[in-house]
Nanobody, 122 residues
């Protein structure tokens, strides 16, 4: 029900835009989040956006560099990533959370996409 894309290989300082398409889901009823998992590390919160996009949240490590947005008319959520660093290298997942009660906790999310790989080379 969630399909993420847009990952790829980029040099340090470059940009990528991840997209996540939702299907068979009442999209506007879900908080949307992005998480990532680097090799050998646990999955971590990156960013989240409220149902209508009025509130956004970011991990400290990406604040000021990443921007989350959504288009409820298209059932899409995006993650614009700028000034990429090698430590941003990870598999990025989009996820949907009906409650929005604890947007940074992956346990709260009901649906997950398959992940898209971002590799930042130095």
């Amino acid at each position: 029900q969630l399909q993420a894309c847009g990952g790829g290989l980029v040099q340090v300082g470059g940009s990528l835009r991840l997209s996540c398409a939702a299907s068979r889901l009442a999209f506007s009823n879900y908080f949307m989040g992005w998480f990532r998992q680097a090799p050998g590390k646990e999955r971590e919160f990156v960013s989240a956006i409220s149902w209508r996009g009025r509130r956004t949240y970011y991990a400290d490590s990406v604040k000021g560099r990443f921007t989350i947005s959504r288009d409820n008319g298209k059932n899409m959520v995006y993650l614009q990533m700028n000034s990429l660093k090698p430590e941003d290298t990870a598999l990025y997942y989009c996820a949907a959370d009906r409650s929005g009660s604890d947007y940074s906790s992956q346990n709260e999310y009901d649906y997950w996409g398959q992940g898209t790989l971002v590799t930042v080379s130095s």
